[in-house]
């Protein structure tokens, strides 16, 4: 199993920056396709970006292609999230995910999950 921790929510004002991190707890992170996904109030859970067991492959959502990079350090069990030019849209809870094999945009294939990390844009 796989336990992960998000960290670095907070409240930006808009055009401004954050970097969300997602520790992970146990010796086979390497192992795991990783997620961030995202649900504002009133409104499903959207994929937001993933990147693959090495970190060579990345993907985004249109929506944040440009601002948000996503990185992992796999000698630290972790997952980032940087994000840049932030606006209102991307006030949500933002979680991390873990997944076997291939990255999905799809939040059910996705089989850990973190508690999530309130993220507030101020316009």
């Known amino acids: 199993q796989v336990q992960l921790v998000e960290s670095g929510g907070g409240l930006v004002q808009a055009g401004g920056s954050l970097r969300l991190s997602c520790a992970a707890s146990g010796r086979t992170f390497s192992s795991y396709v990783m997620g961030w996904f995202r649900q504002a109030p009133g409104k499903e859970r959207e994929f937001v970006t993933a990147?693959?067991?090495?970190?060579?492959?990345?993907t985004y959502a249109n929506a944040v292609k440009g601002r948000f990079t996503i990185s992992r350090d796999n000698a630290k069990n972790t997952v980032y999230l940087q994000m840049n030019s932030l606006n209102s849209e991307d006030t949500a809870v933002y979680y991390c995910?873990?997944?076997?094999?291939?990255?999905?945009?799809?939040?059910?294939?996705?089989?850990?999950w973190g508690q999530g990390t309130q993220v507030t844009v101020s316009s």
């Open positions: 995910a873990a997944r076997r094999t291939l990255y999905s945009q799809n939040w059910e294939a996705y089989d850990y």
């Open positions: 990147i693959s067991l090495s970190g060579s492959m990345t």
